[in-house]
């Protein structure tokens, strides 16, 4: 009996319905207002909402309706900072063609924001105005942005007809035309649609009668039913890239001319650029260079072809290879490789920008020829004048010390080869002085070696102080030298007389 009641009772009550969340705003209000908590919206007019849609931005009401506001009103963000301060603040816009009026209330923690358009009367519809003239504004901004944009601009269907272009685009396509043509549709086309086809960036020209040709970087963006595509100018990228191009042919041109053999590493240590030269010094072919092998692989070839010193181990090698790119690196690489054919190459690594790396190698086999030859031949002249029983000194045009030898560190107690000074004529005239009575010969030898030009040979004596009498001569050499000889007078025999005495001088 009780269900039964209870099921009359619910068939005979309404059904309740769900609650609906309502806008404290009309629907037909023309005002646009907005009203927030803080940053977050909490409730707005029908025209506000339209605002708020009709802006390009994304993201929450607040950031898009500032964005819209900064726009048009100067410092808005300090001067909403005065509203929870004045309670109520009135901005009129910056640019007073726009005629806006920006009404800012804070009530009960809540902020109030109301646009008005004043050209219209506010209970008429205000609100369309101003989402009318947001929109307006907002397509004029664009128009003006892509006519002033420095890039070309157009759409082409999918047939290829160039259905629409901006202002820069006009203009080329009215300077290619003849003066006899009009401009007709679809638009003319300045550029083949192969970047369209591909889907790839490429780079065209355009070419104009009587005037230099232009270079593009042409892309495209797809879309349903068309393609968006931009011509941005690359001359300046044109120029560049010929500028270096000639530089690096003359630099090639340069390389391939000299006898020392280059090869540059990028930071890879991958083998970028390479001469002639270093074809011949390191045996290695042109395909394998070509490669562009890493300098470990570089290396370990022309280890197999005998053109590196031949290391005790492989392992001790590859270390040394290791520390060769580290000192090169750092620019502190230079050494002389002797090769087992006899060959002397001389090493130099040096660091170049951005981590790269240039190894040069010359081949200094004449010249380590050369310098071997001179040494020998300076040993095997020391060695003969160290066989004579004169004491011989050679000084040069400056009056260095140049050569002596053994009879003469015998002689005069002093070997100019042991010290580190500076033997010079005036130093050993002093030890000479030192070593014997007084004379004015060894002035003169002073002065003699400091003459320039034609001298005559001459000859003279001096005492020693154990009271052994030294014949002297110096004559002139090659270049400017002198030599200085010195010998032991003996003694003379009952009834011989002298040619000169102890401090007498006489010339030749």
């Known amino acids: 009996m009780a269900a039964s ?14 609650p609906t969340q309502t806008s404290i705003f009309a629907e037909t209000a023309p005002e646009t207002v907005f009203l927030f908590d803080g940053e977050t919206l909490i409730d707005s007019t029908a025209s506000a909402r339209a605002l708020l849609a009709a802006s390009p931005m994304k993201g929450a009401a607040w950031g898009r309706l500032m964005a819209f506001l900064a726009a048009r009103f100067e410092n808005l963000e300090a001067q909403l900072l005065r509203v929870p301060i004045e309670g109520a603040i009135e901005l009129a816009p910056a640019d007073r063609s726009k005629p806006l009026i920006l009404k800012a209330e804070h009530a009960g923690g809540l902020t109030r924001l109301t646009l008005l358009d004043v050209t219209k009367d506010i209970p008429a519809s205000g609100g369309d105005v101003i989402t009318q003239r947001a929109i307006s504004d907002e397509l004029s901004l664009l128009r003006d942005t892509i006519a002033a944009a420095p890039m070309l601009l157009w759409r082409e269907n999918a047939a290829g007809d160039v259905i629409w272009a901006n202002g820069p685009y006009l203009l080329q396509a009215y300077a290619t035309l003849d003066e006899s043509k009009e401009m007709g549709w679809p638009l003319p086309r300045l550029f083949s649609r192969a970047a369209a086809k591909s889907g790839k960036d490429q780079r065209q020209s355009l070419s ?13 963006q797809p879309e349903t039913n068309s393609d968006l595509m931009f011509a941005i100018p690359a001359d300046s990228a044109v120029q560049a890239e010929s500028a270096l191009r000639d530089f690096m042919q003359t630099l090639t041109k340069t390389f391939a001319q000299l006898p020392i053999g280059l090869a540059i590493f990028d930071r890879q240590r991958k083998l970028q650029l390479f001469n002639p030269a270093l074809m011949d010094l390191t045996q290695l072919p042109a395909d394998f260079l070509s490669l562009r092998p890493s300098l470990l692989a570089v290396l370990d070839a022309m280890r197999d072809r005998k053109m590196l010193p031949e290391p005790k181990d492989y392992r001790d090698w590859r270390r040394q290879i290791i520390e060769i790119e580290k000192a090169a690196a750092t620019g502190l690489y230079e050494e002389t490789w002797s090769l087992p054919d006899g060959q002397t190459y001389k090493v130099i690594g040096r660091p170049h920008p951005n981590g790269a790396l240039a190894l040069l190698i010359e081949d200094i086999s004449s010249e380590m020829l050369r310098t071997r030859r001179y040494r020998a031949d300076l040993e095997l002249g020391q060695s003969v004048i160290d ?43 002093a030890h000479w002085r030192a070593q014997s009575a007084p004379s004015a010969i060894w002035a003169e030898v002073e002065e003699y070696v400091a003459t320039v030009g034609d001298r005559d040979s001459w000859r003279g004596e001096a005492r020693l102080l154990d009271g052994r009498l030294v014949g002297c001569r110096f004559a002139p050499l090659a270049g400017g030298s002198t030599l200085a000889t010195f010998r032991s007078v003996p003694p003379l025999e009952s009834g011989q007389t002298r040619l000169a005495d102890s401090v007498g001088l006489r010339r030749a």
């Open 5 to 18: 009641i209870a099921m009359i009772v619910l068939w005979v009550l309404p059904p309740r319905e769900s």
């Open 387 to 429: 066989h004579m029983d004169d004491a011989i000194a050679v000084f040069s045009q400056s009056g260095q010390l140049v050569m002596s030898n053994s009879s003469y560190a015998t002689l005069w107690g002093h070997d100019p080869a042991e010290t580190l000074a500076d033997n010079t004529v005036r130093t050993l005239s």
């Open 208 to 220: 104009i009668s009587g005037k230099p040709t232009i270079w593009f970087d042409i892309s495209s």
